[in-house]
């Protein structure tokens, strides 16, 4: 029997920030633990995590209870816990877009016709 990664406190924080606000953070550390133990292991992200960069340590840990949820292990430690949700939201821009420029007055146009010269 293999033994379960340990908890880091920063996947605790992440937890309650993104998964249950509500939560104290025993029942935090209490249901991640229950995703490690009745969770999936995998080395590959699933699809809604297809941003997220592969290392040689980094492993998912998936549970069909919490389909949404996605705890990130390195070096049998969970470092921190990623939604689907976060995936989701447009990606913060660092450029904003400028209102347009004034309009100019309108510039004369001849029509072609000589109304006021002739």
Known sequence: M???PTVTEHAVDR??????????????????????C????RSRPRHWMRTERLEPDLSFVYWAGLP?????????A???VKTRKLFREEPRRHL???PPPPREERRWRWDGS???AA
Do not use: F, K, N, W
């Open 2 to 4: 293999s033994t379960l």
């Open 15 to 36: 937890y309650l920030d993104r998964v249950d606000p509500a939560a104290s953070r025993q029942e935090a550390r209490a249901a991640l633990h229950r995703i490690l």
């Open 38 to 41: 009745l969770g999936r292991r």
């Open 68 to 76: 949404d949820v996605c705890l990130l292990v390195v070096d049998e």
């Open 78 to 80: 969970v470092v921190t």
């Open 96 to 98: 904003q877009a400028l």
């Open 114 to 116: 000589l109304d006021e």
